[in-house]
């Protein structure tokens, strides 16, 4: 049980933790390169080292020394292998994918949360690439068995950085082309460190193709992740002045900056720069009066993460805000359409859960509560900055799950 006080004033600069989708992606993609690789500032919270250990059990050198993974690639993954995937869907997914790519046998399974997210959305469009995935109704533990890819053209109905990642990453190890295309473009951290490493790989617009590649190992210093400083970033909004350090805002991440100039939140880019093709910046938010807003269409799965989130904002706005066509929500960690309209609820806001998003009326001000988290990091953080922004703070249930994505937040938070 973590006991949250109500602060009337919250500022503060934060260095924050490594980008956990970039931390995935260049552990599990230099675990597979020809050479060595050091990555630094990567986030080593339990997600990240679930894919750590996935890669060192397939035959990669991996090692973790604080924020910095030492990798030395493998040319041919071991067959056979038992790969827990923890509670991290990226890591089941991508892996699924480059497992698929590599003609070895492997099982893929995870903790009992994990066990119960849709896992069919990857093994069938890896079935056209001719991929011999068997799930579980559905479900994890998956079964991967060798198979001859041959690329194809693959339309996705829904847009998914995951899904599309696990079908490029099958690719790589398939005979012709392979082409993705996404009916709204998601995030791209797969396409930018694989072609920074080698990969033939071609973008356009909502299209993906890559074909056959021999990948080259990168150091990487990774951004800090724009996810978790939206936390910070909102309380600023909320109740004084934040700075957070080397932010990533890779424009496919920065969607909650979007529902900030809806929401009328008063925030900057300072010290803008590139790095490894990630484009970073500093971002300083300040006490902000909001506003109401009307979200969904394109600029969803660029902010799917923060949505539970950019929730709670809208319940402390001016007026009556709607989200839709986030209906992603329902099969994360938890159904965070259902658990983010409990969690407001619960502090003294007023939110509608619908089908795809939410309703929900803001207030000058809630009173604070008890709240489980539900074993979701992303519902517990948002719980966090919903009570310290309360009335009379309160409780938060379950909230060591924090330690998926962002390990010392709380430790943070007390700055």
């Not at 068995?145 to 041959?150: H, I």
């Not at 006490?287 to 709670?312: F, R, V, W």
């Amino acid at each position: 049980m973590q006991v949250i006080k109500p602060k009337k004033y919250f500022e503060g600069e934060f260095s924050l933790p490594g980008d956990k989708s970039i931390t995935h992606r260049a552990v599990m993609l230099n675990a597979c390169a020809n050479g060595e690789a050091v990555i630094e500032n990567a986030l080593t919270g339990e997600d990240c080292l679930s894919t750590a250990a996935c890669m060192r059990e397939l035959g990669a050198t991996v090692r973790v020394d604080g924020n910095k993974i030492y990798v030395k690639g493998v040319s041919r993954f071991e067959s056979g292998k038992r790969l827990n995937c923890g509670n991290s869907g990226t890591t089941i997914r991508l892996l699924t994918g480059l497992v698929a790519g590599k003609g070895i046998r492997a099982e893929l399974y995870g903790d009992d949360s994990l066990s119960t997210r849709p896992m069919k959305r990857v093994s069938e469009p890896l079935a056209l690439l001719g991929a011999n995935v068997c799930t579980t109704d559905g479900k994890a533990p998956l079964f991967v068995s060798p198979a001859t890819l041959v690329g194809r053209e693959i339309s996705l109905q829904i847009s998914s950085a995951q899904v599309k990642s696990a079908i490029l990453l099958a690719g790589l190890g398939a005979d012709g082309i392979t082409r993705v295309i996404e009916p709204i473009k998601s995030r791209d951290h797969t396409e930018r460190m694989l072609q920074a490493m080698g990969a033939k790989l071609r973008v356009d617009g909502n299209a993906v193709e890559i074909e056959r590649s021999e990948l080259h190992a990168i150091d990487v210093s990774v951004p800090s992740d724009i996810s978790s400083a939206a936390y910070f970033m909102a309380l600023g909004a909320l109740k004084g002045k934040t700075l957070c350090k080397n932010v990533g805002v890779n424009p496919t991440r920065t969607g909650i900056l979007t529902a900030f100039d809806k929401l009328g939140v008063n925030y900057s880019l300072l010290n803008r720069h590139v790095s490894g093709g990630e484009e970073i910046a500093d971002i300083l938010v300040e006490q902000s009066k909001l506003q109401a807003i009307e979200l969904g269409g394109e600029i969803i799965p660029a902010l799917i993460d923060e949505l539970p989130l950019i929730a709670l904002l809208c319940a402390f706005a001016n007026g009556e805000s709607r989200i839709y066509g986030a209906k992603e929500l329902r099969v994360k960690e938890s159904d965070r359409i259902k658990t983010t309209a409990e969690l407001i609820n619960r502090i003294g806001g007023d939110c509608l859960e619908t089908d795809d998003g939410f309703i929900i009326v803001g207030k000058p001000s809630l009173k604070g509560g008890r709240v489980n988290s539900y074993l979701d990091h992303r519902i517990a953080m948002t719980a966090a900055v919903g009570l310290i922004a309360s009335k009379d703070g309160g409780e938060i249930e379950n909230a060591e799950c924090c330690a998926i994505s962002f390990p010392d937040f709380f430790e943070k938070l007390a700055l």
